[in-house]
């Protein structure tokens, strides 16, 4: 298990392509449409100031799927299939490949965090190349908690982890935040035209942590 320190992220739901979807998810996993043909992609970006690897920040790509079911007190809020992982130091790559088992860019990348009184906007950057910006503006703040499952494959193994996100939040639905993919490797795995711009639910996070557990074969 370990702990990771942020100090500000984002977490956006836009819709994708279910055809995309499909073809990125292993097979054991099936995307969650929201309505026929549409499903959902993650977009998110965090800066930790402090971590097992040191201060870092990533850019975390995912596709959402239905999370395991639990019992009625732990039953997670959401499952994720991170398909890549973009960061700005080599050691954090080599801990998200080896240890997570998440799939990353190989290069380092550049992560600006513009905040407003009333919105952040996170702009990424590789090689000079612009790859994402995503803003996601403010709604009533509350401290929680939130269960999640993360999945990945290591080989042909099914691996599955809790992440628990705890810090302040801000979270709505009123479709007022910004999504723009850019053509980058990073991206490839994405037919852009199909990625709506607006997301349907904007995450803020202020001074909070993350606990990733250790994975386990399902």
């Excluded at 790509?61 to 130091?89: C, E, H, I, M, R």
């Excluded at 803003?135 to 401290?143: A, D, F, K, N, Y």
């Excluded at 691996?159 to 910004?178: C, F, N, P, S, W």
């Amino acid at each position: 298990m370990t702990t990771s320190y942020f100090t500000t992220g984002v977490s956006a739901l836009c819709e994708m392509s279910t055809a995309d979807a499909q073809r990125i998810l292993p097979s054991h996993l099936q995307p969650i449409e929201v309505r026929p043909q549409r499903s959902i992609l993650n977009v998110s970006a965090f800066h930790f100031r402090d971590s097992p690897v040191g201060a870092h920040a990533e850019l975390i790509l995912s596709v959402v799927v239905p999370p395991l079911t639990g019992n009625w007190t732990t039953f997670p809020k959401a499952g994720f299939f991170p398909f890549l992982s973009a960061t700005t130091s080599a050691v954090s790559r080599r801990d998200r490949e080896k240890r997570l088992r998440i799939p990353t860019y190989p290069h380092d990348i550049d992560l600006e965090f513009v905040e407003w009184s009333d919105r952040l906007t996170v702009k990424i950057r590789s090689e000079d190349r612009p790859v994402v910006e995503v803003t996601v503006t403010q709604h009533e703040w509350s401290s929680n908690t939130h269960l999640l499952h993360s999945f990945m494959m290591d080989g042909e193994r099914r691996l599955k982890a809790d992440v628990q996100i705890t810090g302040r939040y801000t979270v709505h639905e009123q479709e007022r935040g910004r999504i723009a993919l850019h053509r980058h490797p990073i991206t490839s795995a994405l037919t852009l035209d199909e990625v709506s711009p607006y997301p349907f639910r904007e995450h803020w996070l202020k001074e909070g942590y993350e606990v990733f557990h250790p994975a386990q074969s399902i």
